[in-house]
């Protein structure tokens, strides 16, 4: 009768329990529904999600245009409210909330509330980001792509 080295068992041992560890992770997460955590569970019809570089996650209220900042383990702090329904956002460096809305007009929210319009798309905005000199790009529902300076991006009657 052959022996079989006793590395081999012992890593047959340890693979047969992480295996089985695993396994009971999985059972575990899948009985408890989810293994994400819940950031906010408030009664916000989140339309878009952005960071900043302080890990604050910034989202608009579809229903009601209010522009939320949501810090880590704090309660949502109301930014500001735009007309209208929002339908992306993004938000730059200096933590300025940019916010597109179903007409075609972005607004500019900054943290101490102001709300200014600031530049209008020809159809709905689709999607905003900030590129890395601070300037606005826009996706459109038309399939146009536009790009804002930042230097021009200044508020609009």
Known sequence: MKRTPLSKV???II??????TIAMVAVTAQAQGSVGQILNSANINPVGLAM?????IYTADSSTGNIFCL???VSPIL???VPGTPTALAVDKLRNV????????IYLVSLDGTVASIYRCDSRPMGLEIDRDGGLVIATG?????????KDIVEIQ
């Open 71 to 73: 810090p880590p383990n």
């Open 142 to 150: 038309k399939g146009t792509i536009i790009k804002v300076n930042r």
């Open 79 to 81: 930014l500001g409210t």
């Open 52 to 56: 900043d570089n302080r890990c604050n």
């Open 10 to 12: 012992l890593a047959t």
């Open 15 to 20: 693979a047969t329990a992480l295996i089985m």
């Open 98 to 105: 940019f916010v597109s809305t179903m007409k075609g007009t």
